[in-house]
Nanobody, 124 residues
Framework: QVQLVESGGGLVQAGGALRLSCAAS????????AGWFRQAPGKERDFVAT????????YYPVSVKGRFTISRDNAKNTVYLQMNSLKPEDTAVYSC?????????????????WGQGTQVTVSS
C-alpha cells in the first residue's frame, strides 16, 4: 500500500510559478509510474502530466505542455510538478497518483494510489 502526500500549493498571481511535491511512503516508489491530475469545481478530473518509473518518459496535454514539468527523485520517493507561467484557468486541486506499471498513461482510471490533493489558485 502506497501513501501519497502532496504539498506546495497556494495562491499565486498569473504569470507566476509554483512547485508541487508528492512524497510517497509504504512502497518501493521506483516501481510505480507517477502522474499529476487536477480538478476544478464543477469540472471533471483532468490529466496534467505523467512520468515513467525510471523517469525516462514523460507526457503532457497541450494545455500545460511547455509550462509544466514533471520530475521525480526515486531516492527521495518524491515526484514534483514545476508549474511556470501560470494562468487563472490552472486553478484547481492538484493530486498526484501512482500506478504499478512502467507508464501511467493519461487516464485517471489506470492509477492505483492517490494523494489527498493540494489547492492551487491563480489570480488574474
Amino acid at each position: 500500500q502506497v501513501q501519497l502526500v502532496e504539498s506546495g500549493g497556494g495562491l499565486v498571481q498569473a504569470g507566476g510559478a509554483l512547485r508541487l511535491s508528492c512524497a510517497a511512503s509504504g512502497g518501493t516508489f521506483s516501481s510505480y509510474a507517477a502522474g499529476w491530475f487536477r480538478q476544478a469545481p464543477g469540472k471533471e478530473r483532468d490529466f496534467v502530466a505523467t512520468m515513467s518509473r525510471s523517469g525516462g518518459s514523460t507526457y503532457y496535454p497541450v494545455s500545460v505542455k511547455g509550462r509544466f514539468t514533471i520530475s521525480r527523485d526515486n531516492a527521495k520517493n518524491t515526484v514534483y510538478l514545476q508549474m511556470n507561467s501560470l494562468k487563472p484557468e490552472d486553478t484547481a486541486v492538484y493530486s498526484c497518483a501512482a500506478r504499478a506499471r512502467n507508464f501511467g498513461g493519461y487516464s485517471w482510471h489506470g492509477y492505483d494510489y492517490w494523494g489527498q490533493g493540494t489547492q492551487v489558485t491563480v489570480s488574474s
